[in-house]
């Protein structure tokens, strides 16, 4: 008699985002909100990068996400990967949406951001002014 033992197969966690990948609004932005209690993921659909082949996103980075139906521009503030020196990895994917003039939608970012993205540079000098925790 043979027992029959289900196996779990879990996927690692990946170093990026990429497309399909689901996100969590961490803004307080009316539209982030609903979709957030609403339970409609926050989904990336493309990653801005100037190399066309690798369309990954990592900490900084600007995506496109589709949020009910809607599609918008934000930042990755947080990933789930693994430990880098200086760089705190996060429990979810983060992302601070922003409209198209590049003013972040929210007034405030609710989660603590990594403080390497101080040294990002001025696109992301407006979500690191609206948050108040650093990691």
Not at 41 to 53: F, Q, T
Not at 99 to 104: K, L, S, T, V, Y
Not at 113 to 121: A, E, H, T, V
């Amino acid at each position: 008699m043979t027992s029959s033992v289900k196996q779990l197969h879990t996927t690692v966690p990946m170093q990026w985002v990429q497309k399909q990948t689901r996100l969590r609004v961490v803004d307080n932005s009316k539209l982030g909100r609903e979709a957030m209690t609403e339970g409609k993921p926050v989904k990336c659909i493309h990653v801005y990068k100037k190399n066309a082949k690798i369309q990954d996103g990592q900490l900084g980075d600007k995506v496109l996400v589709t949020i009910k139906g809607q599609m918008k521009r934000g930042y990755v503030v947080g990933l789930v990967a693994e430990q880098r020196p200086m760089i705190p990895k996060f429990d979810t994917n983060n992302v601070v949406l922003v409209e198209n003039n590049g003013n972040p939608s929210g007034t405030r970012v609710v989660v603590p951001i990594p403080n390497y993205l101080r040294s990002k540079g001025a696109e992301l000098a407006k979500i690191v002014a609206i948050s108040s925790r650093f990691v």
